[in-house]
């Protein structure tokens, strides 16, 4: 969703009313938020408990350095899924959105390529 959101960050798509960039952010918005909460709430926390330091230094890093990202994503969707906000300012919604979908796809891309594959190899 984040990358189909990125590829409508054009000038067309935004000055066209913005309709598809704004559906697809609601949609992004609903799943990322139970996503992040639930990985917030249960993994993270599970990991820390875990028997293998290597998995408890790994999940400690990830949550400090990525934990942001929930409360980023829900000031993000808090400016930009209102009515008229991608409407009335494509442009600042563009510059706002890479950003952050930049920072959402880096998170998810580390967590598939160092955490995942850890915890697998440990539990």
Same mark, same amino acid.
């Given at each position: 969703?984040? +990358?189909?959101?990125?590829?409508?960050?054009?000038?067309?798509?935004? *000055?066209?009313? +913005?309709?598809?960039?704004?559906?697809?952010?609601?949609?992004?918005?609903g799943k990322l938020t139970v996503h992040l909460g639930m990985e917030?709430?249960?993994?993270?926390?599970?990991?820390?408990?875990?028997?293998?330091?290597? *998995?408890?230094?790994?999940?400690?890093?990830?949550?400090?350095?990525?934990?942001? *990202?929930?409360?980023?994503?829900?000031?993000?969707?808090?400016?930009? *899924? +209102?009515?008229?906000?991608?409407?009335?300012?494509?442009?600042?919604?563009?510059? !706002?959105?890479?950003?952050?979908?930049?920072?959402?796809? !880096?998170?998810?891309?580390?967590?598939?390529?160092?955490?995942?594959?850890?915890?697998?190899?440990?539990?």
């Amino acid at each position: 969703m984040a +990358g189909d959101l990125a590829r409508l960050l054009d000038r067309d798509h935004l *000055l066209n009313g +913005g309709g598809e960039p704004r559906r697809l952010l609601r949609h992004l918005a609903g799943k990322l938020t139970v996503h992040l909460g639930m990985e917030d709430r249960s993994l993270y926390p599970e990991l820390l408990r875990s028997r293998d330091p290597r *998995l408890r230094e790994q999940a400690r890093h990830f949550q400090k350095d990525m934990g942001g *990202l929930r409360s980023e994503a829900q000031e993000f969707f808090q400016r930009w *899924l +209102g009515p008229d906000a991608i409407a009335s300012d494509g442009i600042g919604f563009a510059a !706002a959105a890479r950003p952050f979908l930049h920072a959402l796809t !880096a998170r998810i891309a580390s967590e598939d390529v160092e955490l995942y594959p850890l915890a697998d190899e440990v539990e």
